[in-house]
């Protein structure tokens, strides 16, 4: 039964795998379904603590849960307008909330910084652009403004994340979010702030990487070295932040060279650039120093720089490894106990493919053909296994006819006795030159039958003595 059961396994698994490398991916339909299933779970978030900086506390997975979420619900094109403004609405007011602006402080600064302004204002440009109403606009605009004169006037190139928490990711977000407004709905000075601002990055640029740090203080002075969870989100908005596209391809380029790492074949991210470290509440829990979170994030890096083949590569892994569950209620992964991230995958899939920029390389092709090889193995070996016994007990056994019972078994009073049969039946013939003459009542009735019975006759020649039973 085991090696049944591992057969089946095997080809069950092997049957998957084929499937999800070789089969059809549609990625808006994927999209749809996880909606379907997301957009309930968006509850109302709670209060943040305030931790230490650079933790990342309940308010930060909710304002990304929640952004996401929406974001994806915008490019769902399976439903018309009617149907997502509200959910858009519902979800702007969800991030405006005060559990969500007061949990964005430390130590008593709760006023809400660049992490949850630029996400809020990504969703509200696309809330004003699905809507086309005019009160919509306006309020991008205003949301707007302030930040715009922020950006111009921010010396050191970053702005706070929150409280003095200081992640270039953040602003880089942020400044994404105000060339969407401006291009949505017109936010004067847009265009100017950022060619200001641009500048100021560049001193801030790792020398080994050529990336920008994962932290630094109020002065732009690295606090952190670059990370792929970070460096991915930033990947995903330079091309929206620079059309003309030098500094996206360059650091795209950069990005690659950095953190993919390859294993097993499979197309995957690491956190760090040495391929090594451990997790934290940011990156989640590392496998060889692999972030599942910064993986997943590079499939919407891939899509904004026109590298569909690598995003593809990777959907189609957290396909065959999230353990997708598709019912009535929607599509969920790992058996929807980590919402933050279905909401991620969602949203990186909906990410719309651009042109491909330069400096976008093809990159080998996933093993799927040697990943189904590799399932289907173990059920080869169980396949031999079961012919190879089956081979010995038809060696071991003996002819065909005896295979029903065992050697021991009694023969019926009705059954012939074959020449090696056992003598074990009170009417047993003992008509055999070998037959064993060795019961009480045994017949004696051959020429040479030992005759030592109380009344045996004495006028024959003795015969051979029968061996004494004691």
Do not use: K
């Amino acid at each position: 039964m085991l090696l049944l059961a591992l057969l089946a396994a095997s080809i069950g698994a092997a049957g998957r795998i084929a499937y999800v490398g070789f089969g059809p991916h549609p990625v808006a339909g994927l999209v749809s379904e996880q909606l379907r299933w997301l957009e309930p779970q968006v509850a109302p978030p709670t209060a943040a603590s305030p931790g230490a900086p650079g933790d990342v506390g309940p308010g930060e997975r909710a304002v990304l849960q929640v952004a996401f979420t929406a974001l994806a619900t915008a490019a769902d094109r399976s439903r018309p307008e009617q149907v997502r403004v509200p959910l858009l609405r519902a979800a702007l007011a969800r991030l405006d909330s005060p559990e969500i602006m007061g949990g964005q402080g430390t130590a008593g600064e709760a006023a809400p910084g660049a992490f949850v302004q630029g996400w809020s204002l990504l969703v509200d440009t696309e809330l004003a652009r699905l809507s086309g109403q005019e009160s919509d606009r306006s309020a991008v605009r205003s949301r707007a403004t302030p930040w715009v004169r922020a950006l111009a006037t921010v010396s050191s190139g970053i702005l706070p994340s929150y409280g003095r928490v200081y992640r270039p990711v953040d602003t880089i977000v942020l400044a994404a979010a105000l060339r969407r407004a401006d291009d949505a709905v017109g936010v004067p000075g847009t265009a100017a702030a950022i060619g200001a601002w641009l500048p100021r990055l560049e001193p801030l640029r790792e020398p080994t990487t050529n990336l920008l740090p994962h932290r630094t203080d109020a002065t732009g002075r690295p606090q952190e070295s670059t990370r792929a969870s970070s460096q991915a989100m930033i990947q995903t908005f330079w091309p929206t932040i620079d059309s003309a596209a030098a500094t996206s391809s360059r650091d795209w380029v950069a990005f690659e060279n950095t953190f993919l790492c390859p294993r097993l074949g499979l197309a995957v991210v690491c956190e760090f650039p040495d391929g090594g470290g451990g997790g934290d509440r940011l990156s989640g829990p590392l496998l060889a120093g692999v972030s599942p979170t910064a993986t997943v994030l590079t499939v919407a890096a891939a899509r904004a720089h026109g590298n569909n083949e690598l995003a593809e590569q990777i959907s189609r892994e957290a396909e065959l490894f999230g353990a997708p569950i598709g019912d009535d209620t929607g599509r969920r992964y790992l058996g929807g106990t980590a919402p933050a991230g279905d909401a991620l995958l969602a949203w990186a899939r909906s990410v719309p493919l651009e042109r491909e920029r330069p400096g976008v390389d093809a990159r080998d092709r996933v093993a799927w053909a040697a990943w189904t090889l590799g399932a289907l193995l173990p059920g080869v070996l169980a396949l031999g296994l079961l012919a190879w016994r089956q081979l010995a007990r038809r060696r071991f056994s003996g002819p065909l006819e005896h295979d029903a019972s065992p050697p021991d078994a009694p023969y019926p009073p009705d059954a012939p006795y074959p020449p090696d049969a056992p003598y074990d039946r009170p009417d047993a013939p003992y008509d055999r030159p070998d037959a064993p003459y060795d019961r009480p009542d045994a017949p004696y009735d051959r020429p040479d039958a030992p005759y030592d019975g109380p009344d045996a006759p004495y006028d024959v020649p003795p015969g051979p003595q029968r061996p004494s039973a004691n």
